[in-house]
């Protein structure tokens, strides 16, 4: 997760709300990114966009003779 090149983007509007986003990552990983971010308020909402619902992309090797 932490290896995979991604963004988070914070915004905070002028009343102090923060939005934030994970891009990037794929599949539910985003929300372990994120959790620190709970720390900072009450979450109202927490929405998923379309990434958080694909698989992630796995590669498996497997060794042989």
Known sequence: MANKP???E???DELGKLTSE???IEGKECTDLTKWLD???K???DKHTSDYYKKPK???KIGGK
Do not use: D, K, R, S
Request: aromatic share 0%; no cysteine; glycine share 12%.
């Open 39 to 41: 720390e900072l308020g």
């Open 22 to 24: 994970v891009m990037g």
């Open 10 to 12: 914070i915004v905070i």
């Open 43 to 45: 979450v109202e909402v």
């Open 6 to 8: 991604h963004v988070i």
């Open 58 to 60: 796995q590669t498996i």
